[in-house]
């Protein structure tokens, strides 16, 4: 089974730099994605990690550690556009079958001015 | 390209009703994918496909069904609609990444 653990809710500042954790526990892994998620609308992807180390795309990087099952997400130079939900997800190597993600319940992020 | 598209946006049921959620994509993918999102709980995986004719259950697929007989079309389907059946179901198809169709808000009272 899999098990993703992301804090529930964070608030931070216009301008500012926040740090998104997610971790995770998988019988096998192929992949941690990040998607944002704005109030009644559908995920969109950012970020996807496969090997150890930093991802930057941007305002947005993402970190990986696949020996401590850890990955963080981090914004820079906050913009209040940013206020959503972060979902962490993980995608499987199973032993047999096809993989499919399994997602995180999301930290929902508050940027204030 | 439309990406993936869902109908209906809303829809209310009574208990026992039944009904299709439609589910397309312009992309040529063979993945897809029906998730239900319920408020705080994060996305479910209900059913998948690999491919046209091949579908798999996921985390939660009681109280639905799917087919998949194009490579473009994924109905959901719910045959005896329930109250833990109210949520936000979205459909996914995946060439590199997952790509969310807008989603199908849904009430069972």
């Known amino acids: ?113 | 390209n439309a990406g993936v598209t869902q109908t209906p946006k809303f829809r209310i049921l009574k208990i026992g009703q039944s009904m299709t959620l439609q589910c397309a994509q312009d992309m040529n993918h063979n993945y897809m994918y029906w998730y239900r999102q319920d408020p705080g709980m994060g996305l479910k995986l209900i059913y998948y496909s690999v491919g046209a004719g091949i579908t798999d259950k996921g985390e939660v697929p009681n109280g639905y069904n799917v087919s998949r007989s194009t490579t473009e079309d994924f109905p959901l389907r719910l045959e005896l609609a329930a109250p833990s059946q109210t949520s936000v179901y979205f459909c996914a198809s995946k060439g590199e990444r997952q790509y969310f169709g807008p989603g199908t808000r849904l009430t069972v009272t």
């Open chain 1, 1 to 113: 089974g899999q098990n993703i653990d992301q804090p529930t809710e964070m608030t931070a500042t216009e301008g500012a730099i926040v740090q998104i954790n997610c971790t995770y526990q998988t019988s096998g892994f192929n992949g941690l994605f990040w998607y944002q998620q704005h109030a009644g609308e559908a995920p969109t992807f950012l970020s996807y990690n496969v090997l150890d180390g930093l991802e930057e795309k941007g305002r947005f990087s993402s970190f990986l550690s696949r020996s401590k099952g850890y990955s963080y997400l981090l914004l820079k130079e906050l913009q209040m556009k940013d206020s959503a939900s972060y979902l962490c997800a993980v995608r499987a190597a199973p032993n047999s079958g096809y993989s499919t993600l399994t997602f995180g319940k999301g930290t929902m992020l508050l940027v204030s001015p």
